[in-house]
């Protein structure tokens, strides 16, 4: 199946081993990503263009989809940011057609018109519902046995619910525990899997975000989990990267890896952890690593 | 017909000899459209006499009911019971509201609730001579707080608050919805004090954009909404020299140079270079993603196209 590939900022800037291990995945599912028509598309915005202004951040989604539209190709994204703003801005639109006809006439100079056809959809949700959990169990070839893995979601992929398409996709409810089972590892449930990384908090109040971190974090380990996975690269860079900072703060070790949904996949697939860029990460994926080579 | 209903209420009896919180399961039969409170009502009426619960208007229109229900904040009366049961048979997880303190049982404490209200100065504050009648608005100039007005005041919000959680201090999303309630009225002649007031530590910017209060609020006030719009309205007035605030202004910056996110640009534009404390506590994990070779690009070309971008920005931004 074809998509037109969105990536967002974060995937080809803090993040390039979301990106190396999506590109790994979507080859063997079988996805094929057209980064073509996403050439020109700009940031959604991520929620920070919107609290200065709503509308500029409609405008700028509304282009990329048209790009989308005039590819005549299914959007896909890989960060739970991405999806969340685009799926709001997708909503309003819906919403309010004289509304998407005043933003039209911004994108006119360009040649874009957006006609309100375009739905993205993160790779996790495509997994299930295009692709299908069946293709994934056949993909994998060294099941993540004896792995035990906690959800972590992000904000945007699961809130405001009828932003999300829930009500229509039930399923989307759960579709990161369904990946996890489907690769073979053990799903950690904590409290924590839906609620607020701290991301965007932490260039103005650290100390909350920190907090954030160190309970998410804490939580999953006393649940008994080996790593984080996350389908939203923002929560991975405060998780992974500020997890140092958030066991100084409450002055214990965590070590907890957070490992991109891909990465997770392509683990199960067999592809080399380089390949996946697992060595990318600032809490080590080691241990990991060396448990699963290990594993029976 | 009738369901047959297990309920694992969390609770708490302040006049033990030692008090702590312990679950306590229900077994109850239920009519098959019964709401969460018919079940907690017909428990303490018919099993538990001392099993304690807030409620009163069983319409959700009092607010008394807010608790937790497998651990997402709701209006017990008009949450119903077939909903919230788990496909897989346990029990209905029951729990007291979040972030505020137990009282009895399913019952918590408002005070802190009501004073952070109480800080945002709920209340019109005109200027000028006192008008014969009533203070009046045009009609059109309301309708965007019709929403916020609807609120009920059941802390639900609050309770699922993900900053609260970490924060105390924080004024939580019902003060600032009921804050914006008063920022937006044409009648109400210090906007641009309050507006100040709350983008102080504990205000506007310490909201993490969680969307918790959105997706719990029984009444559709969006009070994350209406903080972002505070927002907007806070640096139109001038108040942009807080972090969140220039957070925001670098961030709008960054996108309209370059299309995208400059992830290593935008701390930096937020402190400011000079902002000696701050790079300095930049620097571990600057350091720490050089070593692992996480380092965004440090000349990010702009995306093609970018001068149709800067132009929609010139566009939208000179309609306000």
């Known amino acids: ?296 | 017909m009738t369901m047959d209903v297990t309920l694992n209420v969390k609770r708490y009896n302040p006049d033990a000899a030692k008090p702590a919180s312990y679950n306590q399961e229900y077994r109850i039969d239920l009519e098959d459209g019964s709401s969460l409170l018919d079940g907690l009502i017909k428990v303490r009426e018919e099993m538990d006499g001392t099993l304690a619960l807030r409620c009163s208007c069983r319409s959700a229109i009092c607010g008394s009911c807010a608790m937790r229900v497998n651990g997402r904040a709701v209006l017990a009366c008009n949450t119903k019971m077939k909903d919230v049961m788990p496909k897989d048979g346990s029990p209905v997880k029951v729990e007291p509201a979040g972030n505020m303190g137990v009282v009895k049982d399913l019952i918590v404490n408002f005070d802190v609730f009501w004073g952070k209200i109480k800080a945002v100065k709920p209340w019109l504050q005109p200027e000028g001579p006192v008008p014969q009648g009533e203070y009046l608005a045009p009609n059109e100039a309301m309708l965007h707080l019709a929403g916020v007005m609807g609120c009920i005041m059941c802390g639900a919000c609050v309770s699922d608050c993900t900053v609260l959680e970490v924060d105390k201090n924080f004024l939580g999303p019902a003060a600032l919805a009921k804050a914006y309630r008063f920022v937006g009225d044409p009648r109400d002649a210090h906007e641009k004090d309050r507006l100040k007031d709350l983008t102080k530590y504990g205000g506007m910017w310490d909201c993490t954009r969680c969307m918790q209060c959105v997706q719990v609020c029984p009444k559709g006030v969006d009070p994350m909404g209406r903080i972002m719009k505070m927002r907007d309205k806070a640096l139109a007035a001038g108040y942009n020299n807080t972090y969140g605030a220039r957070h925001a202004l670098a961030f709008t910056d960054l996108v309209r140079h370059g299309g995208h996110l400059d992830e290593l640009r935008l701390p930096i534009k937020t402190f400011g270079i000079f902002n000696v404390k701050e790079m300095l506590k930049l620097a571990p994990i600057g350091m720490r993603s050089q070593m692992v070779g996480k380092v965004p690009p440090l000349f990010p070309k702009p995306i093609p196209g970018i001068q149709n971008v800067r132009r929609i920005f010139e566009k939208v931004e000179a309609k306000r």
């Open chain 1, 1 to 296: 199946m074809k998509y037109a590939f969105y990536p967002g900022c974060v995937a080809r800037g803090a993040a390039p081993e979301l990106f190396a291990s999506t590109i790994e995945v979507a080859r063997r599912l079988g996805i094929e990503l057209d980064y073509e028509p996403m050439r020109g598309a700009s940031c959604t915005g991520a929620g920070v263009l919107q609290e200065k202004n709503q509308r500029l951040g409609d405008t700028l989604n509304a282009r990329t989809f048209a790009m989308a539209e005039k590819a005549g190709l299914p959007l896909m994204v890989i960060c739970s940011t991405c999806q969340g703003v685009m799926s709001q801005a997708s909503k309003r639109f819906k919403d309010d057609p004289a509304y998407l006809a005043e933003i039209n006439k911004d994108l006119a100079e360009e040649g874009l018109q957006y006609k309100g056809t375009v739905e993205p959809k993160h790779l996790l949700w495509a997994i299930i519902e295009d692709i299908g959990i069946d293709k994934l169990k056949a993909q994998v070839v060294k099941p993540l046995k004896g792995m035990k893995l906690a959800p972590f979601y992000g904000c945007y992929i699961v809130r405001p619910s009828a932003a999300l398409g829930f009500a229509e996709h039930p399923e989307r409810e759960d579709s990161l525990e369904q990946v996890i089972k489907a690769v073979g590892a053990e799903v950690v449930d904590f409290r924590g899997k839906t609620l607020c990384c701290g991301f965007p908090i932490l260039t103005i109040n650290q100390n909350n975000a920190l907090k954030m971190v160190a309970n998410h974090t804490l939580e999953a380990k006393g649940n008994g989990a080996d790593a984080m996975v996350t389908p939203c690269p923002l929560c991975h860079l405060n998780l992974d990267g500020y997890q140092p900072a958030a066991a100084g703060l409450r002055k214990q070790p965590i070590d907890m890896p957070i490992i991109h949904l891909p990465q997770m996949l392509g683990m199960a697939m067999g592809i080399e952890p380089k390949a996946l860029k697992l060595n990318k990460h600032l809490v080590s994926t080691k241990k990991l690593l060396s448990d699963l080579v290990l594993a029976p």
